[in-house]
């Protein structure tokens, strides 16, 4: 893809209002869609997260209720919420060191230093204090990532913040679970009267957001 | 691109550790990376924030002290500070409200919804109890919009939080302005002895992280 297609793609996005319902995501391009979530980066490469793509109609609806009623809910082809940890404990870091020493084969031992470190700043340390805060703006990356991967593959998508977090833990059983609710995006194809889809980017001048020192 | 490039340049990705300092992003490439920022999505449409591109070295040197040191900070083709609005005020809705009239040539009367929409959510509405980690949420997709772009581009990134966000903005002069730092991601291309380039990426398997509903 060169620079052009690529803006191109990225100027094509938009916050998609209305999806036309009969029009499903294939399995392999959701199998690209899935590893951008998964392979996003998050802070410590700790992955805060998890993703819960909801494809029970029965269990749409109820998050629709729980999202303004957005017909985006239920239209979409597939719908993802994003759920990220309440706390970093200590049993965390040390998985995250053990899949760490499994995946490249380096003792645990060694990586008692970036063991240490993480536990001095997430678990004890300042950043301990607004935890929460801090899985969620992880969760945030990763939106920006399966956003972006849909826009190449022309797969139009909408994020949500507009819902009730509470009320989805309960829908999707999260309660007791350590992770919340954070937001979520729905993705598919756009209906061709989502009039949005031909409205020009509303964007400041980039000499206003992009400063130059 | 098809799918397999679009996996592939995702999964050659990676916290770029070390930095070759004699390789610099082209302007052309730069002004793609520069608009993925812009054109990145955020609640509302809103845009509450400010990328500051440093490129004078004196104060790279500054924020890599106030960045434990780290080197990507100095050795980066480019450094991109990312600062978010501590609150939204009703002058920061109209002004959007205006943008929007502006951009779409519909009269802002006509607008007036979704003016007081935004007003009863962010402004006077719950979350504009929570308006700071709002804003610094939004930042992070416009972090991972950069961040896969410049990763489509095969230009590497580092993204930084471990640094002092109140030493950022007294070196940005960024007091008084109603921004504040967030974090920050560092771009250009890796050296050649950074050992990170050829580490297996560490993930948790997919079925931990990706629950179906």
Redesign the interface.
């Known amino acids: 893809?060169n620079?052009t297609?690529?803006?191109s793609a990225?100027?094509w996005?938009y916050?998609t209002k209305k999806f036309d319902a009969s029009k499903k995501i294939g399995a392999?391009?959701w199998k690209?869609l899935?590893?951008?979530?998964?392979?996003?980066?998050s802070?410590y490469?700790l992955?805060p997260?998890?993703?819960?793509?909801?494809?029970?109609p029965e269990?749409r609806s109820q998050l629709k209720a729980a999202s303004w009623n957005q017909t985006q809910v239920t239209d979409a082809s597939h719908y993802v919420v994003l759920a990220t940890k309440e706390k970093i404990t200590e049993q965390d870091v040390s998985d995250f060191i053990q899949?760490?020493s499994d995946?490249?084969g380096v003792p645990a031992e060694k990586l008692k230093g970036y063991h240490d470190l993480i536990l001095a700043d997430l678990v004890n340390g300042p950043r301990s204090a607004i935890i929460e805060?801090w899985a969620?703006?992880?969760a945030?990356?990763?939106?920006?990532?399966i956003?972006?991967?849909a826009a190449?593959?022309k797969i139009d998508t909408c994020?949500l913040?507009g819902l009730d977090p509470s009320a989805y833990d309960a829908i999707?059983d999260l309660k007791g679970t350590g992770f919340k609710t954070v937001a979520a995006v729905a993705l598919g194809y756009r209906h061709g009267e989502d009039g949005y889809a031909h409205?020009?980017?509303?964007?400041?001048p980039?000499e206003k957001?992009?400063?130059?020192?």
């Open positions: 893809m620079s297609e690529l803006l990225l100027q996005r916050a392999e391009d690209i899935e590893q951008s979530l998964v392979l996003s980066p802070s490469g992955q997260w998890k993703f819960i793509v909801v494809q029970n269990i899949l760490n995946v490249r805060t969620q703006r992880q945030y990356i990763a939106m920006g990532f956003m972006e991967t190449m593959m994020p913040e999707l409205a020009k980017k509303v964007r400041y980039t957001v992009v400063q130059y020192l």
